[in-house]
Protein backbone atom coordinates (compact mmCIF):
# COMPACT_ATOMS: atom_id res chain seq x y z
CA UNK A 1 0.00 0.00 0.00
CA UNK A 2 1.74 3.43 -1.33
CA UNK A 3 1.25 5.87 1.86
CA UNK A 4 1.50 8.67 -0.39
CA UNK A 5 0.09 8.70 -3.90
CA UNK A 6 2.01 11.08 -6.49
CA UNK A 7 0.70 12.10 -10.06
CA UNK A 8 1.05 11.99 -12.39
CA UNK A 9 4.52 9.72 -12.54
CA UNK A 10 5.84 11.13 -15.88
CA UNK A 11 5.25 14.95 -17.39
CA UNK A 12 6.32 16.04 -20.51
CA UNK A 13 5.65 19.69 -21.43
CA UNK A 14 7.07 22.54 -23.89
CA UNK A 15 8.91 25.25 -21.96
CA UNK A 16 6.24 28.27 -21.30
CA UNK A 17 3.45 25.55 -19.81
CA UNK A 18 2.07 25.33 -16.44
CA UNK A 19 1.74 22.14 -14.73
CA UNK A 20 0.63 20.83 -11.28
CA UNK A 21 2.23 18.07 -9.23
CA UNK A 22 -0.45 16.27 -6.69
CA UNK A 23 0.55 14.44 -3.83
CA UNK A 24 -2.50 12.88 -2.05
CA UNK A 25 -3.03 9.92 1.08
CA UNK A 26 -5.92 8.98 3.32
CA UNK A 27 -3.28 9.78 6.20
CA UNK A 28 -2.51 12.83 7.95
CA UNK A 29 0.88 14.34 7.93
CA UNK A 30 2.49 16.38 10.56
CA UNK A 31 4.79 18.01 7.52
CA UNK A 32 5.04 17.43 4.02
CA UNK A 33 8.59 18.10 2.29
CA UNK A 34 8.80 18.72 -1.50
CA UNK A 35 12.78 17.70 -3.27
CA UNK A 36 14.07 18.08 -6.71
CA UNK A 37 16.36 15.27 -7.63
CA UNK A 38 18.60 15.80 -11.04
CA UNK A 39 20.35 12.65 -12.25
CA UNK A 40 23.78 11.72 -10.43
CA UNK A 41 22.77 13.93 -7.63
CA UNK A 42 21.11 13.38 -3.94
CA UNK A 43 17.33 15.22 -3.59
CA UNK A 44 17.22 18.87 -2.70
CA UNK A 45 14.83 20.32 -0.44
CA UNK A 46 12.60 23.16 -2.04
CA UNK A 47 9.84 23.76 0.70
CA UNK A 48 8.50 22.58 3.64
CA UNK A 49 4.92 22.91 4.80
CA UNK A 50 3.24 22.50 8.19
CA UNK A 51 0.40 23.73 8.55
CA UNK A 52 -3.09 23.12 7.14
CA UNK A 53 -4.09 25.63 4.36
CA UNK A 54 -0.32 26.55 3.85
CA UNK A 55 0.25 28.17 0.50
CA UNK A 56 4.54 28.69 0.10
CA UNK A 57 5.86 30.57 -3.00
CA UNK A 58 9.28 29.81 -4.50
CA UNK A 59 9.55 32.39 -7.43
CA UNK A 60 7.40 30.06 -10.16
CA UNK A 61 6.49 27.17 -7.73
CA UNK A 62 3.88 27.32 -5.25
CA UNK A 63 3.59 24.75 -3.11
CA UNK A 64 -0.06 23.93 -1.05
CA UNK A 65 -0.35 21.78 1.81
CA UNK A 66 -4.45 20.94 2.00
CA UNK A 67 -6.82 21.72 5.01
CA UNK A 68 -6.77 18.12 6.75
CA UNK A 69 -2.75 17.63 6.07
CA UNK A 70 -3.85 14.86 4.15
CA UNK A 71 -2.65 16.17 0.54
CA UNK A 72 -0.59 18.69 -1.20
CA UNK A 73 0.11 20.07 -4.64
CA UNK A 74 3.55 21.58 -6.21
CA UNK A 75 2.37 23.78 -9.12
CA UNK A 76 4.86 25.28 -11.86
CA UNK A 77 4.56 28.40 -13.68
CA UNK A 78 5.70 29.13 -17.19
CA UNK A 79 8.05 26.12 -16.60
CA UNK A 80 11.74 25.98 -17.95
CA UNK A 81 14.21 23.47 -19.23
CA UNK A 82 16.01 24.56 -16.05
CA UNK A 83 13.17 22.51 -14.13
CA UNK A 84 13.45 19.34 -15.91
CA UNK A 85 14.06 16.59 -12.57
CA UNK A 86 12.67 14.30 -10.69
CA UNK A 87 9.87 16.03 -8.17
CA UNK A 88 9.76 13.86 -4.99
CA UNK A 89 6.83 14.56 -1.83
CA UNK A 90 7.76 13.29 1.34
CA UNK A 91 5.73 13.34 4.36
CA UNK A 92 6.31 13.10 8.13
CA UNK A 93 3.63 10.93 9.85
CA UNK A 94 2.72 12.28 13.50
CA UNK A 95 5.22 10.74 15.88
CA UNK A 96 7.29 9.31 13.86
CA UNK A 97 11.09 9.82 12.39
CA UNK A 98 10.30 8.34 8.94
CA UNK A 99 9.64 9.92 5.83
CA UNK A 100 7.34 8.41 3.39
CA UNK A 101 7.78 9.15 -0.05
CA UNK A 102 5.56 9.22 -2.80
CA UNK A 103 6.69 7.82 -6.43
CA UNK A 104 8.35 10.83 -8.01
CA UNK A 105 7.23 12.96 -11.09
CA UNK A 106 9.49 12.58 -13.74
CA UNK A 107 9.59 16.12 -15.63
CA UNK A 108 10.58 16.89 -18.41
CA UNK A 109 10.45 20.49 -20.28
CA UNK A 110 11.26 20.94 -23.65
CA UNK A 111 12.88 24.37 -25.45
CA UNK B 1 26.32 22.64 -3.11
CA UNK B 2 24.86 20.15 -0.60
CA UNK B 3 26.09 20.45 3.04
CA UNK B 4 25.91 16.30 3.47
CA UNK B 5 28.70 15.20 1.91
CA UNK B 6 29.25 11.60 0.51
CA UNK B 7 32.33 9.63 -0.29
CA UNK B 8 33.35 7.84 -2.77
CA UNK B 9 30.62 9.25 -5.15
CA UNK B 10 31.34 5.91 -7.13
CA UNK B 11 32.08 2.25 -5.76
CA UNK B 12 32.44 -0.34 -7.72
CA UNK B 13 33.23 -3.96 -5.89
CA UNK B 14 33.13 -7.33 -6.15
CA UNK B 15 30.65 -9.71 -3.95
CA UNK B 16 33.75 -10.74 -2.09
CA UNK B 17 35.03 -7.35 -1.06
CA UNK B 18 34.58 -5.10 1.97
CA UNK B 19 34.76 -1.33 1.45
CA UNK B 20 32.71 1.71 3.49
CA UNK B 21 30.76 4.35 2.31
CA UNK B 22 31.18 7.76 4.48
CA UNK B 23 28.59 11.05 5.01
CA UNK B 24 29.48 14.06 7.00
CA UNK B 25 27.47 17.08 7.93
CA UNK B 26 28.41 19.74 10.19
CA UNK B 27 25.06 21.58 10.36
CA UNK B 28 24.80 20.37 13.94
CA UNK B 29 22.04 17.61 13.32
CA UNK B 30 22.16 14.55 15.86
CA UNK B 31 20.04 12.09 13.29
CA UNK B 32 21.12 11.12 10.02
CA UNK B 33 19.46 8.29 7.93
CA UNK B 34 20.97 5.47 5.26
CA UNK B 35 19.08 5.16 2.21
CA UNK B 36 18.42 3.15 -0.94
CA UNK B 37 17.55 4.37 -4.41
CA UNK B 38 16.96 2.18 -7.35
CA UNK B 39 16.69 3.73 -10.60
CA UNK B 40 13.46 5.88 -11.34
CA UNK B 41 12.31 5.23 -7.43
CA UNK B 42 12.33 7.42 -4.54
CA UNK B 43 14.41 6.49 -1.85
CA UNK B 44 14.09 3.82 0.45
CA UNK B 45 14.82 4.13 3.99
CA UNK B 46 17.55 1.51 5.33
CA UNK B 47 18.79 2.55 8.92
CA UNK B 48 18.13 6.11 11.11
CA UNK B 49 20.20 7.04 13.45
CA UNK B 50 19.52 9.26 16.33
CA UNK B 51 21.63 10.98 19.15
CA UNK B 52 24.65 8.48 17.43
CA UNK B 53 22.26 5.44 18.42
CA UNK B 54 20.73 2.97 15.98
CA UNK B 55 16.66 3.75 16.42
CA UNK B 56 15.82 2.16 13.41
CA UNK B 57 16.79 -0.72 10.91
CA UNK B 58 14.08 -1.31 8.08
CA UNK B 59 15.18 -5.54 8.29
CA UNK B 60 18.16 -4.73 6.34
CA UNK B 61 20.52 -7.78 5.42
CA UNK B 62 23.25 -7.99 7.92
CA UNK B 63 25.43 -7.59 4.97
CA UNK B 64 25.18 -3.71 5.22
CA UNK B 65 26.57 -2.64 8.96
CA UNK B 66 26.20 1.12 9.63
CA UNK B 67 28.39 2.96 12.47
CA UNK B 68 27.98 6.65 13.48
CA UNK B 69 31.27 7.51 15.52
CA UNK B 70 30.77 10.84 16.58
CA UNK B 71 27.55 14.03 15.75
CA UNK B 72 29.25 14.64 12.29
CA UNK B 73 30.05 11.31 10.50
CA UNK B 74 27.91 8.39 9.66
CA UNK B 75 29.65 5.15 7.84
CA UNK B 76 27.49 2.42 6.18
CA UNK B 77 29.92 -1.16 6.10
CA UNK B 78 29.57 -2.89 3.12
CA UNK B 79 30.65 -6.96 2.87
CA UNK B 80 29.46 -9.80 0.62
CA UNK B 81 26.99 -7.69 -1.34
CA UNK B 82 24.79 -9.31 -4.18
CA UNK B 83 24.33 -7.88 -7.55
CA UNK B 84 20.53 -6.39 -6.81
CA UNK B 85 22.53 -4.24 -4.23
CA UNK B 86 23.76 -1.37 -6.72
CA UNK B 87 22.10 1.37 -6.53
CA UNK B 88 22.70 4.67 -5.57
CA UNK B 89 23.24 5.07 -1.55
CA UNK B 90 21.84 8.26 0.07
CA UNK B 91 22.82 10.04 2.89
CA UNK B 92 20.15 12.40 5.22
CA UNK B 93 20.50 14.23 8.30
CA UNK B 94 17.91 16.49 10.03
CA UNK B 95 17.20 17.64 13.98
CA UNK B 96 15.79 14.70 15.25
CA UNK B 97 12.97 14.21 17.58
CA UNK B 98 9.22 15.53 16.59
CA UNK B 99 10.37 18.79 15.24
CA UNK B 100 8.21 18.52 12.11
CA UNK B 101 9.55 21.62 10.74
CA UNK B 102 13.50 20.53 10.42
CA UNK B 103 13.26 18.80 7.19
CA UNK B 104 16.17 16.22 6.23
CA UNK B 105 18.57 17.00 4.26
CA UNK B 106 20.23 15.05 1.00
CA UNK B 107 24.35 14.26 0.52
CA UNK B 108 24.56 13.36 -3.74
CA UNK B 109 25.20 9.91 -2.64
CA UNK B 110 27.05 7.11 -3.52
CA UNK B 111 26.83 5.06 -6.85
CA UNK B 112 27.60 1.47 -6.26
CA UNK B 113 28.27 -1.02 -8.06
CA UNK B 114 28.14 -4.80 -7.48
CA UNK B 115 30.34 -7.22 -9.88
Known amino acids: TQLLEQSPQFLSIQEGENLTVYCNSSSVFSSLQWYRQEPGEGPVLLVT?????EVKKLKRLTFQFGDARKDSSLHITAAQPGDTGLYLCAGVLGGSEKLVFGKGTKLTVNP | DTEVTQTPKHLVMGMTNKKSLKCEQH?????MYWYKQKAKKPPELMFVYSYEKLSINESVPSRFSPECPNSSLLNLHLHALQPEDSALYLCASSHPGKRDNQPQHFGDGTRLSIL
Open chain 2, 27 to 31: MGHRA
Open chain 1, 49 to 53: VVTGG
